[in-house]
């Protein structure tokens, strides 16, 4: 199907910026680097709800090794005054001990979700974590965790579609759209 060159969502507008011809070689590309890297390794792939859900489905599909894939949460909360907004965890139910954790993320801005997730999971005792994220901001992370799989670098404007949403909105379109400022 041709991408509409523009959606509006709510207040916003959005131009076309990836199309989903693009996001599948991207994501066999991360496919093929995982059917190289991991077919040795037990392995089970933890996607981040809700953005991560088209990501995880098409990379998963791809796969050529046997593994296990579950689904977690972040919940947002406030810590101490100190600590700040923490992301919590939520609905880890299968055992990830002495397995090597592929965390899925459909996009990493600041960095600060996937570090929180990261703590959290280490309290579980997997062998390793590794974390795939099919978008990637760099000019906007903060973190210092290496992002060992990347599907695509983009520049630091606000983006949706294909999992990705504003308000809700957008996560159904095929392509991925960025804001008209
Ligand atoms: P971080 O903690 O700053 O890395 O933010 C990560 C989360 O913010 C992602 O999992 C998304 O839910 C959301 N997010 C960051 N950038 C965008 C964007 O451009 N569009 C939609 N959601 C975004
Ligand atoms: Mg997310």
Do not use: W
């Amino acid at each position: 199907m041709a991408a509409n060159e523009k959606v509006k969502l709510l207040d916003k507008e959005f131009e076309i910026f990836i199309t989903s011809e693009k996001i599948d070689c991207a994501v066999a590309e991360v496919a093929q680097k995982m059917n190289e890297n991991l077919k040795n390794e037990d392995v089970i792939f933890i996607g981040v709800l809700n953005g991560s859900f088209l990501f995880a489905a098409d990379l998963y599909r791809k796969l050529e090794f046997d593994s296990q894939i579950s689904f977690v949460k972040v919940a947002s909360y406030m810590g101490t005054s100190s600590t700040g907004n923490v992301k919590r965890l939520i609905g880890l139910n299968e055992d990830v001990r002495n397995k090597t954790v592929i965390i899925l993320e459909d996009i990493i801005d600041s960095g600060k979700t996937i570090e929180d997730l990261v703590k959290q999971i280490k309290g579980y005792e997997p062998k390793s974590i590794q974390i795939a994220s099919f978008l990637f901001k760099p000019d906007a992370y903060l973190g210092t965790l290496p992002i060992d799989y990347v599907g695509i670098e983009i520049p630091n404007d606000f983006i949706v579609g294909y999992g990705l949403d504003y308000n809700g909105l957008g996560r159904n379109l095929p392509h991925i759209y960025k804001i008209v400022e």
